[in-house]
């Protein structure tokens, strides 16, 4: 972009008269620094968990049906808190809501760690789920916020290190907590949040921009009104109450199903009817392409920790693998992700790195189904590395399309929701877990989960293919 352009594209409020600012500093390393370690909480506390539920379940007393609950737990928190940070973001400023979730993170782990009972420890997971939550979103709207400044847009390779923090921390999870688990026992994976948290507090302090009060992260003036706390309660009732259901398919409890159906249409009804609504039902509406990437993105990731709550629990039952030992044998899961994540940095395209995802989530599902308890350490290893490479793939391309795709000046609450479809595949991917495993994971129990995921995957290949919504480049619209 020519300087006379650039200088055009930047609001008058932004910029000084006496020059434009130098695109050589602009998203450099001390913005990144504390956005990148914010966006790794969430995510690395979603899969660092995986090879610890087995102590945990021994330690007190509670089976693989019940221990999912501290899967879904957070991911209820998160799928809420995610897209009402970034409405505060977009509204309040993305610093603040990054500092105050980093604090909350801050308090989780210390309860977490000194967790005398099973319900406080999943009292510390619900407040992992909204502490975490904030990074992201704000991290999306403060990058917005810096495209607007400079009078340049947010280059694709700087969308890619925000989901290659998150993708890497993801899939470095289990071996982290196994390694956690195998030397501090399993209470280190909520202890290690203390010093993440406040080194990504001291960052932000020191280097993340000033919010202004009068401006949303985009520039535009800030509209009055409020966050829509009652579509919140709303919208987490519903999903509460279908958690309920969902995660006891082996003894479904049918009257929940007219609760979830009634707070459901009141939800909507109260959405349509909301001048500013939690979740804007006509915008997505409106706005198809989004709304699919949402739907894809979801759809991904149900597999993916199908994959990764479901294998590395069979490895440690069926297959007689430590805690330690189960972390190792997934670590090529997230060598995979992080090498496929740089590399979708670092194309123009949308559709094809999406369609390459598809594909392996199908052939790594059909390995799945060739696994048993006596299967060759190469044949687990390759079975991980066929889900690593999804991971990075689908993680960079719909973050891409996201802020190609979301309303200028909401893309902190576009982002809170396409994490929000993230968590609802994390919690359906818990219930099929429950369901399939019962209160011990078994060779069919691994199958049986392999063949819903093989379905998805070729579901998710035709989503993928027909849409005509990913015909996009780079991080601009075409």
């Not at 602009?26 to 539920?53: D, Q, V």
């Not at 998160?78 to 603040?96: E, I, N, T, W, Y």
């Not at 604090?103 to 997971?125: D, E, H, N, Q």
């Not at 509406?285 to 759809?299: E, P």
Request: include cysteine; hydrophobic fraction near 50%.
């Amino acid at each position: 972009m020519s300087e006379p352009a650039r200088t055009a594209a930047a609001p008058a409020a932004d910029r000084p008269d006496a020059a434009v600012p130098d695109p050589g500093r602009a998203f450099g390393a001390r913005l990144m620094t504390p956005l990148l370690l914010g966006s790794l909480l969430n995510p690395i506390n979603s899969t660092m968990i995986a090879t610890s539920l087995v102590a945990i379940g021994q330690d007190f007393h509670v089976g693989a049906a019940d221990t999912a609950w501290l899967i879904s737990a957070m991911y209820v928190a998160s799928a809420v808190g995610q897209p009402s940070m970034g409405r505060l973001a977009d509204r309040q400023g993305p610093r603040r809501v990054f500092v105050a979730g980093v604090f909350v993170v801050c308090a989780a782990g210390l309860v977490g760690a000194l967790a005398p009972t099973f319900a406080v420890l999943i009292a510390s997971r619900v407040l992992l789920g909204i502490g975490t939550s904030a990074a992201y979103p704000a991290a999306m709207a403060m990058l917005r916020a810096e495209s607007r400044r400079t009078g340049r847009p947010t280059p694709r390779a700087v969308l890619g290190r925000i989901s290659l923090a998150a993708l890497a921390s993801a899939a470095v999870g289990p071996t982290l907590g196994g390694l956690l688990a195998a030397t501090t026992g399993w209470r280190g994976v909520f202890a290690v949040n203390v010093p993440l948290a406040l080194i990504a507090l001291l960052c932000a302090l020191l280097w993340l921009p000033a919010d202004d009060r009068r401006t949303r992260a985009d520039g535009a003036a800030a509209p009055g009104g409020s966050l829509d706390p009652f579509g919140i309660a709303l919208f987490a009732a519903t999903l509460t109450c279908a958690m309920f259901f969902l995660l006891r398919l082996d003894q479904p409890r049918w009257p929940l199903l007219a609760p979830v159906a009634v707070l459901a249409a009141v939800l909507v009804w109260w959405q349509l009817r909301h001048p500013q609504p939690f979740i804007d039902l006509r915008m997505l509406a409106r706005n198809g392409a989004l709304s699919r990437t949402y739907l894809r993105h979801g759809l991904a990731y149900l597999v993916i920790y199908c994959v990764l709550y479901g294998f590395s629990q069979w490895l440690e039952e069926a297959h007689g693998a430590s805690s330690f030992h189960a972390g190792l044998i997934m670590l090529p899961m997230s060598c995979a992700a992080a090498v496929c994540s740089v590399a979708g940095a670092r194309t123009k395209g949308i559709r094809g790195p999406l369609t390459l995802a598809a594909l392996c989530l199908t052939a790594g599902s059909a390995v799945c189904l060739l696994l048993n308890g006596a299967s060759p350490l190469i044949a687990l290893l390759c079975a991980g590395a066929l889900f690593g490479i999804p991971q990075g793939l689908a993680s960079t391309g719909n973050t891409a399309a996201v802020y190609v795709q979301a309303p200028a000046d909401g893309v902190g609450a576009a982002a809170g929701l396409q994490r929000t479809a993230q968590y609802l595949g994390a919690i359906l991917a818990s219930s099929l877990i429950g369901v399939r495993y019962g209160h011990r994971a078994t060779d069919a129990g691994l199958h049986g989960i392999a063949v819903i995921c093989g379905v998805l995957g070729v579901l998710l290949l035709v989503l993928t293919l027909t849409d005509r919504g990913l015909r996009t480049r780079g991080t601009e619209p075409l």
